[in-house]
């Protein structure tokens, strides 16, 4: 399946949950913010929040800086 994360098709498993596609692109840190579909996904739904094909999805990671 593809989706379009933060600007790039990503080809992904069927049937992957937030969690899951965090975990696969090494994207799941303590502060992190996911929208789909210009959704906010609350975090205690990454779980269970289940993606499609052709999902626009942003991912958010604070950095330290200046």
Do not use: W
């Amino acid at each position: 399946m593809r989706v379009n994360v933060n600007g790039e098709v990503q080809t992904v498993k069927d049937r992957v949950s937030v969690q899951e596609l965090l975990s696969d692109l090494k994207m799941d840190k303590p502060y992190v913010a996911v929208s789909v579909n210009m959704s906010c996904i609350p975090k205690f739904q990454y779980k269970d929040f289940e993606l499609h094909e052709n999902d626009e999805i942003e991912i958010l990671v604070p950095y330290q800086g200046g």
